[in-house]
C-alpha cells in the first residue's frame, strides 16, 4: 500500500488546515489508520487514529478539540480537520495505515506509511 499525504502548509495560529491521505488500494478500508507528527528535534507522536469502520476514533490530549479525524473508505482517503492551530503544531505530519482494524497510538503496529507533509503554525 502506498499512502500519499497532503494538505500541509503556512498558517498563522488560531487558523484551521485539512490533510488528506490517499492509499493506492483498497487493502487499508479494512485496517485503521492514523496520523503521527513529528518536530525538529523531536520524536515521532501520535495525533490520531481511526478504526476501519470510521466509528472509533483516537485522539493524543493535547489536539482533543481542535482536530477531527475521519475517513471515507470509497474514496480509499483520510483526512485530519485541523482547527484553532497552535506554533506548537508545527511538524511534519505523516498518515499510516494500521496492521489492525482499531486505531493505537504505537507506531510499531503501523506498517504503512505516507511521506509526510509539512504544516507550519506562525505565531
Known amino acids: 500500500v502506498q499512502l500519499q499525504a497532503s494538505g500541509g502548509g503556512l498558517v498563522q495560529a488560531g487558523g484551521s488546515l485539512r490533510l488528506s491521505c490517499t492509499a493506492s488500494?483498497?487493502?487499508?478500508?479494512?485496517?485503521?489508520m492514523g496520523w503521527f507528527r513529528q518536530a525538529p528535534g523531536k520524536e515521532r507522536e501520535f495525533v490520531a487514529g481511526?478504526?476501519?469502520?470510521?466509528?472509533?476514533?483516537r485522539y493524543t490530549d493535547s489536539v482533543k478539540g481542535r482536530f477531527t479525524i475521519s475517513r471515507d473508505n470509497t474514496k480509499n482517503t483520510m483526512y485530519l480537520q485541523m482547527n484553532s492551530l497552535e506554533p506548537g503544531d508545527t511538524a511534519v505530519y505523516y498518515c499510516?495505515?494500521?496492521?489492525?482494524?482499531?486505531?493505537?497510538?504505537?507506531?510499531?503496529?503501523?506498517?504503512?506509511w505516507g511521506q509526510g507533509t509539512q504544516v507550519t503554525v506562525s505565531s
Open positions: 499510516a495505515v494500521n496492521r489492525l482494524s482499531l486505531p493505537s497510538t504505537t507506531s510499531e503496529l503501523y506498517h504503512y
Open positions: 481511526i478504526g476501519w469502520r470510521g466509528s472509533t476514533t
Open positions: 488500494r483498497r487493502t487499508a478500508s479494512n485496517n485503521a
